[in-house]
């Protein structure tokens, strides 16, 4: 059973940082594309970044760019998500998702995802 596990989230004030990891549990495996999406309290799932495995993140959201850097161990199987300067507006969960496509940052072409982990940005 592909198991993906988000940590790093917590909360913070506005101007501050976290930096969220993912990795596969129980196995070790490098997928060619991986991503983070966040879902808010009554809206949409959202894709914020999206990183190939060679190292070519070709997404990230329009509202985190420049603040948000997404990259990848693939010794370690490790995704990460560097978050600075958070606004309130990022307050969100954000989820590690796998087996999809990097480019258009959409959650339906994930196949796998975890279970999400809480980021609450406080003005």
């Known amino acids: 059973q592909v198991q993906l596990v988000e940590s790093g989230g917590g909360s913070v004030q506005a101007g501050g940082s976290l930096r969220l990891s993912c990795a596969p549990s129980g196995y070790t495996y490098n997928y060619p594309c991986m991503g983070w999406f966040r879902q808010a309290p009554g809206k949409e799932r959202e894709g914020v970044a999206a990183?190939?495995?060679?190292?070519?993140?070709?997404f990230y959201a329009d509202s985190v760019k420049g603040r948000f850097t997404i990259s990848r161990d693939n010794a370690k199987f490790t995704l990460y998500l560097e978050m600075n300067s958070l606004k309130p507006e990022d307050t969100a969960m954000y989820y590690c998702a796998a087996g999809g496509r990097c480019d258009m940052g959409r959650a339906g072409d994930f196949r796998y995802w975890g279970q999400g982990t809480q980021v609450t940005v406080s003005s």
């Open positions: 990183i190939y495995s060679g190292g070519v993140s070709p």
